[in-house]
């Protein structure tokens, strides 16, 4: 398994979560760490990301101010902090790996096992 991803589960609107995601083998090489999710019925949307060098993040506009990336390059690490959850964030969470920074889905060559987050009302 190359990437890791744990963390999810059922929390309150307005409540917080952190999902974990360790990296390893080719899915460390690379130079982005991310996060994507899926909701039932709708296509998986970009979340997050980080690079490994320097630590320069980029979020979706939906979750900016909420969430917030980090990593830990010796523990081969990212999380990602979801605080003030919503319910339209209820959805299964993936860490991913890339070489680019950006919000397409082909850009990411590693995908991690998916974590679900669930946000009731």
């Known amino acids: 398994v190359q990437l890791q991803a744990s963390g999810g589960g059922l929390v309150q609107a307005g409540g917080f979560l952190r999902l974990s995601c360790v990296a390893s083998?080719?899915?460390?090489?690379?130079?982005?760490m991310g996060w994507f999710r899926q909701a039932p019925g709708k296509e998986r949307d970009f979340v997050a990301a980080?690079?490994?060098?320097?630590?320069?993040?980029r979020y979706h506009d939906s979750v900016e101010g909420r969430f917030t990336i980090s990593r830990d390059n010796a523990k081969n690490t990212v999380w990602l902090q979801m605080d003030n959850l919503k319910p339209e964030d209820t959805a299964v969470y993936y860490c991913v790996s890339g070489g680019y920074m950006r919000s397409d889905r082909g850009t990411y060559d590693f995908w991690g096992q998916g974590t679900q987050v669930t946000v009731s009302s």
């Open positions: 083998g080719r899915a460390r090489t690379n130079d982005v």
């Open positions: 980080i690079r490994w060098i320097g630590g320069r993040t």
